[in-house]
């Protein structure tokens, strides 16, 4: 699609516009060609005499077009009135040319319940609902779940200290790779053979990450483990994992020790006695379906009685804190059938449900083979993330983190649903950039937040553990740059 716009107000840039596109073509690619047969244009300005902002967008797409043009006065309180003016009168057109309007209106940032959080401050939860659903079209459902995240996650970063942090373990393998994965999670016996070299690396990035946290003074709350499927690693190699973190960082020390164990078929008994032996506190058994031929079309290589016996062992291990991973709009699921799997994890009970939206990823087998056969719009994806909503919440459940990734079939949210007292500290603080997150690993990024959380960092590691290892390309954990960081802004 090309993309041209006028922009007067200085509220919008290229990337604004071409989010809101990928809302109803979650594949479209943005060309200069004039060969393209799609376009946007788009033109905004404010007349400081009547005090109004006027958005005019043209949308054209297979043939169809339609133009649309919206006025209104400025609202003083509004700081994001010019783009969001854009946005609805883009809504306008595309909602003429599609048939419908996304349940997240014109919401495009990863973050809704940021947006929430931060009108809550000065207004109710019900004037919070009001504002999502007139200034960015969000539907009531979804309104009200934001809300209601965002009122949870307020409460459990209320204590949340300056000199605090978490720490990310990455495990980039797998047995074998999912159609709708595009994690740099590595399969082959070839890349499989490298995780004992990987391990050694891994532990020195520990120990780098624990030297300069202690130097410091800072308190590290929480520890995840993912990947990957972390559980891939044998009896042995989890074990000495286990002990290098809690030589670095004390689980008894931890707020939240978290091993993403993944799949039912490379987790055993002996392994969750083992996690459970080393003092993690939270585990996350997945199987995002419960309908077996939705696993096998998927490339899963268990079964829901498989997750079933796990959760099991899981459960007479020791853990009461287990999350389990739903995905919502996979294609070939029926509403029905996933309405099936919403109500048979919420009879199995684990602590936490989160809930996530099938994403068209980049390098996904879905993405890169069968894009043509994916339904972007997804009306009943949406019907999906709506009754998992209201079934979880209504078995005693409420939600506490939110996000929202690009490509996501009709362009739906990943929401966490927990138990009171069993919500994953991780996931807030990192998804909220509330703290300072250390990554160690293949494909992690350390993201540092400033004590006033008004300046973020992001240092990346290599993707590929093949590149992870080669010293040419990364020699470690940049202890360097924290201390720089640290120095500026603490």
């Not at 309908?291 to 007479?316: P, Q, S």
């Amino acid at each position: 699609m090309i993309i041209n716009y006028d922009d007067k107000t200085n509220s919008i840039n290229a990337n604004y516009l071409q989010s809101l596109v990928l809302m109803y073509l979650p594949c479209e690619k943005f060309a200069l060609s004039d060969e393209d047969k799609s376009s946007l244009s788009v033109f905004a300005d404010y007349d400081d005499n009547k005090r109004e902002y006027t958005a005019k967008t043209v949308l054209y797409h297979n043939g169809r077009i339609s133009e649309k043009t919206l006025c209104e006065i400025k609202d003083e309180s509004n700081a994001n009135q010019g783009k969001n003016v854009v946005g609805k009168a883009f809504l306008e057109c595309a909602k003429e040319i599609f048939g419908y309007v996304p349940q997240w209106g014109i919401m495009t940032g990863i973050r809704p319940a940021k947006v929430a959080v931060n009108y809550l401050s000065d207004h109710s939860e019900s004037e919070t609902r009001k504002y999502l659903e007139k200034e960015y079209l969000v539907s009531k459902n979804r309104a009200k779940v934001c809300v209601m995240t965002a009122v949870n996650e307020m409460k459990l970063v209320k204590n949340i200290k300056d000199n605090s942090a978490s720490v990310y373990i990455s495990i980039p393998f797998c047995p074998s790779k999912c159609r709708y994965c595009s994690f740099v999670s590595s399969s082959t016996k070839k890349l499989l053979s490298l995780i004992p070299d990987y391990l050694e690396k891994l532990y020195s990035d520990i120990e780098k990450i624990s030297r300069f946290s202690k130097s410091s003074g800072i308190k590290i709350e929480t520890v995840y483990i993912g990947g990957g499927t972390p559980a891939i690693l044998d009896e042995n190699q989890i074990s000495k994992l286990l002990h290098v973190v809690n030589d670095n960082f004390y689980s008894g020390d931890l707020r939240e020790f978290t091993f993403e164990a993944g799949r039912p078929d490379c987790t055993t008994k002996e392994k969750l006695r083992i996690i459970k032996g080393a003092g993690v506190t939270r585990l996350s058994i997945n199987t995002q379906t419960t309908n077996d031929d939705i696993l096998c079309a998927v490339g899963r290589k268990h079964t829901f009685e498989d997750y079933k016996r796990c959760m099991n062992e899981a459960h007479d291990a020791g853990f009461d804190n287990i999350n389990t991973d739903l995905i919502a709009g996979l294609p070939g699921e029926s509403e029905k059938s996933f309405e099936k799997s919403v109500d048979d994890i919420a009879a199995v009970s684990p602590a936490n449900i989160t809930v996530h939206t099938f994403a068209l990823k980049k390098s996904s087998v879905y993405k890169t083979q069968d894009a043509e056969k994916i339904d972007a719009n997804s009306k009943t994806a949406a019907k999906m993330i709506n009754y998992s909503s209201k079934k979880i919440i209504s078995c005693g459940y409420e939600p506490y983190y939110m996000y929202k990734q690009k490509n996501t079939v009709g362009n739906l949210d990943n929401t966490g649903y927990s138990k009171k007292g069993f919500e994953c500290l991780y996931n807030v603080y990192m998804m909220g950039e509330y703290h300072t997150v250390f990554s160690a690993g293949a494909d992690g990024s350390t993201k540092y937040v400033s004590r006033d959380r008004n300046t973020i960092k992001r240092i990346f590691s290599p993707k590929y553990p093949y590149e992870y290892l080669d010293e040419s390309k990364y020699a470690g954990f940049d202890e360097k740059s924290a201390y720089e960081f640290y120095e500026k802004y603490y």
